[in-house]
């Protein structure tokens, strides 16, 4: 690499820290959907998008949204970028890095005089957190948001419709933020949130497939009593029935290769330490990438929490909140990418993506791959996140090589 191309990634990783400091919370990064910090964001970028010469939009969901068209411009236009928003006390990298360096691949683009017409769009949502509904940004560009999503509250009763009026927008005209169809493809960049690349000493991933996912919430009844005076053998503890439970679903997944299952969300009432518990809520999150093997297991746990409760006394009920299917990455597309990896002189690593991503459903509608970069430690969703500059290096290195690989063809 050159002086100059480590400038830029010293650079790109600079404006990700940066941007990271528009927040809602004063020390820590955390930006929702459409709220002030995500316009400070705009701004920043816009200003970055106008310098490189592309045409500047915002839609309806609230993407930004940069064209560049050169004059020469030969076939459809690849289209690049992540998302913007953040869960709470974020890091800086999550999502907004693959904006960057969406950016950078433009800039590549330009100083190689390529033919290419590229837009980048800076996706509005998609970790949920403000309205518990994922990918809002993405699901308008793939033309599969459902107009009902308008009516959800955030919690303080804001619905998305005003949210969305509030920044300035027409949530009428979403339906007009699709892709259309002069598109050759979608790549995303993103940091592989995750230890796999760290620990096998790599830089770069192309990413096979983003993972199905079921979301479940339980809930468990028994009956809450005194601490001191009810004997063991007369309780209806809906708690230890979920520690038993919990157990049970901890066991399959670490037998089960390649599933993750996860029980991150829990409520007991009354919630004192001397009642026994008597009703308790959990979440469960089941991820894996043969959708069989997903199903399969989701039905298991139901069947086991139900058996569990019964023999206990205690009353089980379950509601699915999500359930995405596993989603390939374009076959053709990611075998440019690796190609593209491996002509750069880097090991030609492919991975599923545990994590769901804006190019799950941008899959949808285009062809969509991804590259995903270390994640030192695999920390993500922390205030610890990180990359390596020498990544970000490689990043670049490889774009500019993808980038003439798609010219031909």
Not at 24 to 35: A, N
Not at 170 to 180: N, T
Not at 318 to 326: D, G, H, I, S
Not at 347 to 354: A, D, E, F, L, R
Request: overall charge negative.
């Amino acid at each position: 690499m050159t002086n100059h191309e480590r400038t830029r990634a010293a650079r790109a990783i600079a404006e990700c820290r940066l941007l990271a400091t528009m927040s809602e919370e004063e020390g820590r990064t955390t930006r929702r959907f459409l709220t002030p910090p995500v316009a400070d964001v705009h701004q920043h970028l816009r200003s970055r998008m106008m310098v490189l010469g592309m045409s500047v939009t915002t839609d309806a969901a609230g993407n930004l949204r940069g064209l560049w068209q050169p004059e020469n411009a030969k076939g459809k236009r690849l289209v690049l970028g992540s998302h913007i928003d953040s869960v709470p006390d974020a890091g800086a990298f999550d999502g907004v890095l693959g904006v960057v360096l969406s950016l950078e691949w433009v800039a590549l683009a330009q100083q190689m005089s390529l033919p290419l017409a590229i837009e980048v769009i800076a996706f509005s949502e998609e970790e949920g957190v403000r309205y518990g509904l994922p990918f809002i940004g993405s699901r308008a560009v793939a033309g599969v948001f459902n107009l009902e999503m308008l009516t959800q509250l955030d919690a303080a009763g804001v619905s998305m419709e005003d949210a969305i009026r509030a920044f300035g927008l027409d949530p009428g005209k979403i339906g007009e933020a699709q892709l259309d169809d002069d598109v050759l493809g979608f790549v995303e960049i993103h940091i592989e949130q995750g230890p796999v690349l760290e620990a096998e000493g790599l830089s770069l991933a192309v990413v096979e497939g983003i993972a199905g996912q079921t979301r479940l919430g339980f809930r468990f009844t028994g009956q809450a009593n005194h601490a001191g005076t009810t004997p063991m053998d007369m309780r209806r503890d809906a708690l230890a029935a979920v520690a038993e439970w919990m157990t049970v679903v901890e066991s399959a997944a670490r037998e089960t290769a390649g599933m993750v299952a996860t029980v991150g969300k829990i409520s007991v009432q009354p919630n004192a330490g001397n009642v026994i518990p008597g009703v308790v809520g959990v979440s469960l999150d089941v991820r894996h990438m043969n959708d069989s093997i997903r199903t399969h297991w989701v039905g298991e746990f139901i069947r086991n929490g139900g058996a569990i409760a019964s023999r206990r006394g205690i009353e089980v009920e379950w509601a699915q909140k999500m359930n995405e299917p596993t989603v390939p990455m374009d076959a053709a597309l990611s075998s440019q990418l690796s190609a593209a990896v491996e002509d750069a002189g880097f090991p030609g690593k492919t991975m599923p993506s545990g994590a769901g991503h804006d190019a799950m459903m941008i899959a949808q509608r285009v062809p969509a791959a991804m590259l995903f970069l270390r994640s030192p430690g695999g920390i993500s969703h922390h205030p610890a996140e990180d990359v390596l500059e020498e990544d970000v290096e490689a990043v670049l290195q490889v774009g500019e090589l993808f980038l003439k690989s798609l010219l031909r063809g």
